[in-house]
């Protein structure tokens, strides 16, 4: 008879993850990117968005957690490639290049990455390429409280490009800065374009995860009601919506994981008005997607896409374990 599989915890999950991510980093600091699981030949396609992202969640993972001092060497790692290779200048300020092109996402993304390891790695040079992305994202700031998304370095035109994801991973980029570095200007540009997009319901049929983590770190750093609300509408139709379930693949799944423990994370909202019943159900909508993201975990920390694909991707690790990190730091030990 086999033995039963093993019921991993949610703690465990994320570690296993993050130390996958390490292992993914190359010796140059480039990850081997995607992979067949198990053992699959890597493909040569390339993103720097993930690639920064990757680097964020492991950094964030590692650096709360003893045992993981080879996961903290290979985000460094893969901070320096990220800074030796495409931070490169754009005017007066700087932008992460990638075949000819800047993204908004990926400055806002780079900035996490970047401040992440500078938190127990203490480099200064990332906290002046941190700020250099900052003035790069308000330099693309547009009419209504939004950006750019895509300019080409050939020629510094703007192209015809839109990500439902940029705006709140440059959001979130610029919060974070204002934190770390205390600089009140990042975070007022922050806000400001928040209330703007909040009067068109930005992010909420997208169930942006990426803008309830800046909402989480804008209202925490400046408690605006207006932040707690936009939040609180994008995780409503979370909830309300879990069509994105019937796709049966793991990252789609996990970012609503992402973004509704953010949300959590807020609190119970600045007035008797906002302790409405979806904190419960947020949470019971957190537990539903775990449990069905442990499906697509391997005991050697990677996730694969779904049901039907093995295919393994940094950004899969990612997501999921970012979830499983975030639900075992604020529920796991109460629930003990």
Known sequence: MAAPKRSFQPREIAQRGARKLGKLVRADGRFTYRYRHPGGAPTDT???????????????????????????????????????????????????????????????????????????????????????????????RIAGGDFHHMIGLDDGKVRDFRSDYYTGEALFGLARLAEVTGEAAWLDAAVASARRLADEDYGVRQHSHWMLYALEKMYALSPAPGLYSHAAKIVEDIVRNPAYRERRQSTPIACRTEGVLAFLRMGPGPSIQDAVPLGGAALATVQENLKRQSRWFKPNGAFVEGDSSDWVQIDYIQHNISGFHAFAEQFQSAAA
């Open 46 to 140: 390339y993103n720097m968005l993930r690639h920064c992202g990757s680097t964020w969640a492991a950094a964030e993972i590692a650096g709360s957690t003893d045992g993981l001092a080879e996961t903290r060497a290979a985000a460094a790692r893969a901070n320096d490639w990220l800074l030796a290779h495409h931070v490169v200048p754009f005017g007066d300020h700087l932008c992460v290049e990638e075949k000819g092109v800047t993204k908004l996402g990926g400055a806002g993304l780079a900035i996490l990455a970047l401040l992440e390891v500078r938190a127990w790695r203490g480099d200064d040079r990332a906290l002046d390429a941190a700020r250099g992305l900052g003035g790069f994202i308000l330099s693309q």
